[in-house]
């Protein structure tokens, strides 16, 4: 017959299993660390650098050795001359640190105030009758509230406006948005666009 003697006491407390199981711990959470945060950070950084470098680095368009600005981010332009991004809700307006919408639903009163203001606004600053179309891009925000392009259409009705104020033919300012207008990705999704703060630079003469 066996005694209590025969099985190994479970409740002893064994320091040198604590030691092992401490050790082996430390051991993987130190290597995962290493190859997580160290190692495999370090070669998407190095692939990034060597394949995309440019969107890598935030697609920024510098001047005279200074940051424009970027071509993923919206930017605030005022003026006649300029051609205008589209409405943000990002903090003040245009704010990456505070990159959001509105939120407000297709039957909010306050929506429909405001798309109601801008269309007037918009119609006002390009010389436009009532009869003509007004892009819900021009009048509405995006999700981001960054978004850096504008529809072709939205900048076709501003271009008039943009080229009487810069004394050049309109001519010349839709060639100009021919040149700054990209397609559909892939081919596929999406609509023709045109990047705001490419187009402006380039009017500039700084593109």
């Known amino acids: 017959m066996k005694t209590m003697k025969d099985f190994p006491d479970t409740n002893r407390f064994d320091i040198r ?13 130190l290597s995962l660390a290493i190859i997580l945060c160290g190692v495999y950070p370090l070669i998407v950084w ?15 368009i510098t001047r005279e050795g200074k940051a424009a600005g970027s071509t993923l981010i919206a930017q605030g332009f005022s003026g006649p001359g300029y051609f205008h991004s ?22 909010s009163e306050k929506l429909i105030d405001t798309v109601r203001e801008r269309i007037a606004r918009y ?14 891009d021009a009048v509405t925000t995006s999700g981001s509230g960054l978004d850096p392009h504008i529809s072709v259409q939205n900048a076709l009705l501003q ?13 010349i300012v839709h060639r ?9 990705d892939l ?17 500039d003469g700084k593109r």
């Open 187 to 203: 081919g596929l999704f999406g609509e023709p666009r045109v990047n705001v703060l490419e187009l402006n630079l380039d009017l």
């Open 86 to 107: 589209r409405p943000s809700a990002a903090g003040e307006g245009y704010d990456a640190a505070s990159s959001g919408g509105s939120n407000l639903g297709p039957t």
């Open 46 to 60: 190095g692939m990034a650098q060597g394949i995309f470098a440019e969107k890598a680095n935030g697609s920024l």
């Open 17 to 29: 299993n604590l030691v092992a199981e401490l050790r082996t711990s430390i051991i993987a959470t």
């Open 123 to 136: 119609r006002l600053e390009n010389g436009l009758v009532d009869s003509i179309p007004i892009p819900a």
């Open 176 to 184: 100009k948005i021919e040149t700054h207008t990209e397609g559909r």
């Open 159 to 171: 271009a008039r406006r943009v080229a009487l104020a810069r004394g050049i033919s309109q001519e």
